[in-house]
């Protein structure tokens, strides 16, 4: 009977070690059963990641962006070696016409460069993707808020932010301070309009006008977003989704260009974009804009192609160094700066998978942080708009330390588009400004009507598109 028992805890015994060797053979090596380590969605480590190819159109950001696009890509790749980069090189002037024909057709690129009053475009086409499906919520969480406002509609963002560029007023620092100007001050505490108008009346003097804004043809635009910021007019709606432009400010705004161009202080005429940094450069204006940090290294780079001799200077310039400064605030006012992002934004084509979504925001995310998106400011002279950017930075030496504290102060003082504001609000602004606002502002610049008239018109014709409700009476 002891054998018959002993025989049989043998037999189970032996039954044991077959079952255990079974299973490790069928799970892992440690006995955990396959579908444990095997998460839904996540590939098993001995999985070859499927190749996949990203494709970026994008215009020369800086100088020497798609040059560094490429490096980026090229390190990119070789961090993921099954992902591959195509780049379409385009310019400025081809870049959005190229895009837009792209997404019409259901062939956009993953990843293009475009402004933000551009994304509502892109969203009504139905080819814009909701980033936040795909793109890790830490890694999103690296950008600011602000800038990721102005990549966003209704709430959702459609892209990353490459810069937020704020656009004001740039000037002759020397002939300021040769007659007295306190340019220090301005750019520390703003200026009141009387204020400005004094000093414009300053620099007027035989044919040097005190103040030049681009304003011909669609520049007329930019004089009255940039200079409106000082007016309450940064952007086409209040918090509450009234349109702007209606307010009593925009009256003032109109008025003040009016006063100006009576006095002589402004030209009675359009300015091109590129005369107005020339016509200071040579003398003929003081102050000009729109302007950006940026125009510091033009400046420079000015000052020593006349030291140098080497003709490659602006005919007739002058040596002088530059000043960026706020733009006025009327009176009663809240001073603020006109700002834009711009910014990269993911687009769904024919061929479009959510596993390609996840490479593309993956390659995304990368080219608009760290050291990439550090090198990137650096040519423009703006800070980062996410931290593992302004970690990265480095500010390049021989920088004019009252432009820098004058850009992160205007930086600060720049409001993003309200909550709510929709698509087709946005488009219908637009619209508003370029079909209505427009002709009538450059009517105003040549004298054939007046500001009151120009205001009237533009009630007019917002009342029309929005409804009186809609639209702010009174000021802001």
């Not at 200077?313 to 530059?322: F, H, I, Q, R, T």
Request: with cysteine; net charge negative.
């Amino acid at each position: 009977m002891k054998k018959l028992l002993a025989l049989l805890l043998c037999l189970a015994m032996v039954c044991g070690l077959v079952a255990g060797c079974s299973q490790n053979d069928a799970g892992t090596t440690d006995g955990t059963p396959a579908e444990t380590t095997a998460q839904a969605g996540t590939p098993a480590e001995t999985e070859t990641p499927e190749e996949d190819t990203i494709v970026i159109m994008a215009p020369p950001v800086t100088g020497n962006y798609v040059n560094n696009l490429k490096t980026w890509a090229a390190d990119f790749q070789e961090m993921y070696p099954h992902l591959t980069i195509e780049i379409i090189e385009t310019s400025w002037g081809d870049h959005m016409s190229k895009l837009s024909t792209m997404a019409q057709a259901g062939e956009a690129p993953d990843i293009a460069e475009v402004t933000s009053s551009a994304v509502a475009t892109y969203v009504d086409m139905g080819v814009a993707i909701d980033i936040s499906q795909y793109m890790d919520a830490e890694r999103l969480a690296d950008y600011d808020e602000n800038a990721i406002a102005y990549m966003s509609l209704e709430g959702v963002p459609y892209g990353l932010p490459l810069y937020l560029t704020i656009q004001a007023l740039g000037a002759n620092k020397t002939l300021m301070e040769e007659l007295g100007i306190d340019v220090a001050k301005i750019q520390q505490e703003g200026w009141s309009l009387d204020e400005f108008m004094d000093v414009i009346a300053t620099g007027t003097e035989g044919d040097r006008f005190g103040f030049v804004f681009a304003n011909a043809g669609v520049c007329t635009s930019d004089l009255v977003k940039i200079y409106g910021a000082g007016f309450g007019l940064d952007n086409y709606f209040t918090e509450d989704l009234k349109y702007t432009y209606t307010s009593e400010n925009m009256l003032l705004l109109l008025q003040s260009v009016e006063e100006m161009i009576a006095a002589g202080y402004m030209p009675n005429y359009g300015v091109e974009a590129g005369q107005r940094m020339v016509m200071c450069q040579t003398g003929n204006g003081m102050i000009f804009g729109k302007a950006m940090p940026l125009f510091e290294s033009n400046f420079k780079t000015n000052n020593a192609a006349l030291e140098a001799n080497d003709g490659t200077a602006v005919e007739n310039s002058l040596p002088m160094d530059y000043a960026f400064l706020p733009v006025p605030t009327m009176e009663g006012g809240t001073e603020a700066c006109y700002g834009q992002v711009d910014g990269l934004i993911a687009l769904r084509n024919n061929n479009t998978t959510d596993e390609h979504l996840k490479n593309v925001m993956l390659f995304m995310d990368y080219i608009c942080s760290g050291d990439r998106i550090a090198a990137c400011m650096n040519e423009l002279y703006l800070d980062p708009v996410c931290q593992s950017g302004r970690d990265a930075l480095t500010v390049e030496e021989g920088r004019d330390q009252a432009n820098l504290d004058t850009t992160a102060r205007l930086i600060a003082l720049v409001n993003a588009p309200p909550a709510g504001v929709t698509a087709e609000m946005n488009a219908t602004a637009e619209t508003m400004l370029n079909e209505h606002i427009v002709p009538k502002v450059q009517s105003l610049l040549a004298g054939e009507m007046s500001a009151q008239e120009v205001y009237d018109y533009i009630v007019e014709a917002a009342h029309s598109e929005f409804g009186a409700e809609d639209c702010v009476s009174g000021k802001i």
